[in-house]
């Protein structure tokens, strides 16, 4: 005799959890994280030990001896959050300042909110742009690629992005441009910049593993790298003496890293590929507008973060078709 098992949802199950899309994404992000170790040394490993190591421990004890609920640090969330965090730092940032970025992260940025699924903005780039607004000058004091051995006496400088804003006013966009690495190495990772940002190739490796373990769809980092590239060609057409071309800006700063790891964040991001879309295509933009006509030569970390803020917005007036929905025609 067959019975009728009446139970509340999901209704449908699949062999997809946390720790496996957690882990999935960290492996993804291996390449990056090798070539960031060739060009920073030393300086990449200490940081993201350091990262990951803080982001983990304050996950644990939050959740042991403030909200005394079952600790869930090792499901890799913690994981990858120290992981991102560390790829938005420049790699000589002294280890204290990563140790409160991490706080921050986890304590503000996530368990604030509930942990993991609760959370209204991603919290790595919480704890990035704490720490940026906190400590600017260290934050934007980048090591030159190849001091393997150095970490907090490494020389630094300033990134592409930052040589383009400062120097606008007394050079043309192109010989900035022309000055600077070009653009086999832009896309290789051999510039200044965060630690784990410049690596665009690697960075693209890991996209491409993720599109094919099926981790993430391409709607929000194409439509992301997509719009910048529209817009950043307009304006390179109207006057190419004041904006550099689209495939600097693509190649340059933390947008890859933002695009591909930051957007794509499963709670912080739109339900709907409809709403994937309208997302992705507002970061682009707003990241375009920050970039050129802001103070900050970079933009994509506060252009995620405002566009966090909209998606439970997105989510509430752009809904995938509710199951068994019945379809009216005429």
Request: contains cysteine.
């Amino acid at each position: 005799m067959n019975k009728l098992i009446v139970s509340p949802s999901p209704h449908v199950h699949t062999t997809e959890r946390v720790p496996k899309l957690m882990y999935g994404v960290i492996l993804s992000m291996l390449p990056a994280f090798a070539v960031s170790v060739y060009f920073f040394g030393i300086g990449m490993i200490i940081i993201t030990a350091v990262s990951i190591l803080s982001c983990i421990g304050f996950e644990y004890l939050i959740q042991k001896y403030i909200l005394k609920e079952t600790p869930t640090h090792l499901d890799g969330s913690a994981f990858l959050t120290g992981l991102l965090l560390a790829f938005c730092l420049p790699a000589n940032l002294p280890f204290w300042m990563v140790i409160i970025g991490a706080a921050v992260a986890i304590g503000i940025g996530k368990m604030t909110f509930g942990g993991l699924g609760n959370n209204i903005f991603n919290p790595a780039l919480v704890g990035r742009v704490f720490l940026f607004i906190s400590f600017p000058v260290q934050m934007t004091s980048y090591p030159e690629p190849g001091q393997w051995l150095k970490y907090a006496d490494a020389t630094t400088g300033a990134t592409p992005l930052g040589v383009l804003k400062e120097g606008l006013g007394e050079q043309t966009a192109g010989t900035l441009v022309e000055q600077g690495p070009d653009y086999m190495n832009l896309l290789l990772g051999n510039m200044m910049g965060s630690a784990g940002e410049v690596a665009a190739l690697a960075l693209l490796l890991g996209f491409a593993y993720m599109l094919y373990k099926k981790i993430i769809t391409w709607h929000i980092p194409v439509s992301i790298l997509g719009t910048v590239a529209v817009f950043n060609g307009l304006m390179w057409l109207i006057n190419p003496d004041q904006y550099a071309d689209p495939l600097f800006h693509l190649l340059t700063g933390g947008l890859m890293l933002g695009a591909i790891y930051m957007a794509t964040d499963y709670v912080t991001s739109p339900m709907s590929r409809k709403g994937m879309v309208i997302y992705g295509v507002l970061i682009g933009l707003l990241t375009v507008i920050i970039r050129l006509f802001g103070a900050y030569p970079e933009g994509v970390q506060f252009a995620i973060l405002i566009m966090n803020a909209f998606v439970p917005l997105l989510n509430k007036y752009i809904r995938p078709r509710r199951f068994g929905k019945e379809v009216r025609h005429g």
